[in-house]
Nanobody, 124 residues
Framework: QVQLVESGGGLVQAGGSLRLSCAAS????????MGWFRQTPGTEREIVAA????????YYADSVKGRFTNSRDNAQNTVYLQMNGLKPDDTAVYYC?????????????????WGQGTQVTVSS
C-alpha cells in the first residue's frame, strides 16, 4: 500500500511559481513511477507529468513543457512539481499518483494510488 499526500497548492498571480510536493508512505516508494494529474470541474483528469522510479525517463504534457519540472527524492519519499510561468489555464486540482508501471502513469490508465488533491488557482 502507498498513501500519497499533496501539499503546496494555493493562489498565485499569472507568471508566478508554486512548488507542489507529494509525500508518500510505504517501503517501496522508490520502486513506483509517479505522476501529476490535474482536473477542472466538468473535465476529465489529465496527465501533467510523469517520472520513472529511477528519475528517468520523464514525461510532460505539451501544455506545461518548459514551465514545469517534475523531480523525486527517493530518500525522502517525496516527489515535486515545480511550476513556473503559471497561467490562468493551469488552474485546477492537482493530484499525485503512483503505480508500479511508468507506462500506466504516463498514459493515465489504471493508476493504483492517488492523493487527495491540492487546489492551484492562478489569477490573471
Amino acid at each position: 500500500q502507498v498513501q500519497l499526500v499533496e501539499s503546496g497548492g494555493g493562489l498565485v498571480q499569472a507568471g508566478g511559481s508554486l512548488r507542489l510536493s507529494c509525500a508518500a508512505s510505504g517501503r517501496t516508494f522508490s520502486r513506483y513511477a509517479m505522476g501529476w494529474f490535474r482536473q477542472t470541474p466538468g473535465t476529465e483528469r489529465e496527465i501533467v507529468a510523469a517520472i520513472h522510479w529511477t528519475g528517468w525517463p520523464t514525461y510532460y504534457a505539451d501544455s506545461v513543457k518548459g514551465r514545469f519540472t517534475n523531480s523525486r527524492d527517493n530518500a525522502q519519499n517525496t516527489v515535486y512539481l515545480q511550476m513556473n510561468g503559471l497561467k490562468p489555464d493551469d488552474t485546477a486540482v492537482y493530484y499525485c499518483a503512483a503505480d508500479a508501471s511508468y507506462r500506466e502513469v504516463r498514459d493515465g490508465n489504471k493508476v493504483d494510488y492517488w492523493g487527495q488533491g491540492t487546489q492551484v488557482t492562478v489569477s490573471s
